[in-house]
Every structure is written in C-alpha cells, then in structure tokens.
T-cell receptor, first 110, second 111 residues
C-alpha cells in the first residue's frame, strides 16, 4: 500500500464546474497536508495546506480534511482551462519530510 | 520577496562524473529540503537540512549528499553519475508551521 494515494486521472471537467480531487494516506500519525499544482515542465506550486479536520478555503480552492477516514480533498470551484495541470497531494509526519502522491491530472475543457 | 533560487537550471553530464546543485531559500527560511522527480517514481525525498544540520534522509545511495551553509543556502552533490540519475531536482524551503515553496528546479541529464 502506498503511503499517499491519488487517482492518476485524467479528471475531465467542463469550464465553470467544480473539480474534486481526492487523496488518501496510510499513516494515522500524519499531521499536515499539502496540495500542489504542477504544470508540465514546471516545478510544483503550493496551493494550500491544512492541519485540522474540516474545511479550509482560499479563493476558488477548498481543502477538506477527514483524519478519521484518512482522506484529504481539494475542491476547485469555477474551474478554468488554466487550472489544467497535475495536482499533487503531500503529507507530512512529525519529521520534516513531505511524502507525495503520484498526482491527479486535471483537464478543464471550454 | 524573492522565491527559492536554484542553479543551474539545466545540466548535461556524462556517466561517472559528479555534479553539484545549489539552492538559495526564501529569506528567513532555515529549512531546506531536496527532492528528485522522475516520470516513473514521482517526487521522492532526498534530504532535509535545518540550521546546517541534516535532520532527515531519504532512501538514496550514499552517492547523493548535501550540506547547508550558515546563510541557509544549500548544495547537493551527486557523485559517480548514473543514467538513472537523470531527473528534475527540486529544492524547497519552509518556515515553521508554513508551507513548502519549491524552486524552479535543476534538470539533470546524464548521458
């Protein structure tokens, strides 16, 4: 079992729709959770991070964390073609190391 | 506020050679970590430094090493390069309780 799992996609959504990206993790000791966006040929760009159960909103993005279910998700509202990228979920335990999933490719079509 | 700066952006090396990559973190960030990204393995943790001390190391051979200087700048070195070392090498800096900001990366090609 991988430590951080994501569906590789592609996830295709129409412009203006809500894109829902999911991530599960295996270590219950995980403490913080990060979402990155990576365009082809570029480095990962931090979207947001979350520590506590519940929702955290930043503009069009909402991260949702459920530690009991070991599940973290990212919602993108009003999806735009420019949101088309690979979205990486990363998890951090007590040691200062990020463990990444393999990413979900999102395609937003006009 | 300047971001994370990695140099060089691109490198082509021959098998058996060694290479040194550099990373300057965001001003005030004392933690620097390094990752290797390949199409097959994704992003994998190499090592992490805080105040010139290596705090954590990933599962890479001893050919991969690093260090951090008193100004928080960090370098990683790969000796005796192999074809499989071709990858995007990413450096990230962070502050306590904050997110990890990545630099643009160094794309290493070993021929």
């Amino acid at each position: 079992q991988k430590e951080v799992e994501q569906n590789s996609g592609p996830l295709s959504v129409p412009e203006g729709a809500i894109a829902s990206l999911n991530c599960t993790y295996s270590d219950r000791g995980s403490q913080s959770f990060f979402w990155y966006r990576q365009y082809s040929g570029k480095s990962p760009e931090l979207i947001m991070f979350i520590y506590s159960n519940g929702d955290k909103e930043d503009g069009r993005f909402t991260a949702q964390l459920n530690k009991a279910s070991q599940y973290v998700s990212l919602l993108i509202r009003d999806s735009q073609p420019s949101d088309s990228a690979t979205y990486l979920c990363a998890v951090k335990k007590d040691t200062d190391k990020l463990i990444f999933g393999t990413g979900t490719r999102l395609q937003v079509f006009p | 506020k300047a971001g994370v700066t990695q140099t060089p952006r691109y490198l082509i090396k021959t098998r058996g050679q060694q290479v040194t990559l550099s990373c300057s973190p965001i001003s005030g960030h004392r933690s620097v970590s390094w990752y290797q990204q390949t199409p097959g393995q994704g992003l994998q943790f190499l090592f992490e430094y805080f105040s010139e001390t290596q705090r954590n190391k990933g599962n890479f051979p001893g050919r991969f090493s690093g260090r951090q200087f008193s100004n928080s700048r960090s370098e990683m070195n790969v000796s005796t390069l192999e074809l499989g070392d071709s990858a995007l090498y990413l450096c990230a800096s962070s502050s306590p309780g904050g997110g990890y900001t990545f630099g643009s990366g160094t794309r290493l090609t070993v021929v």
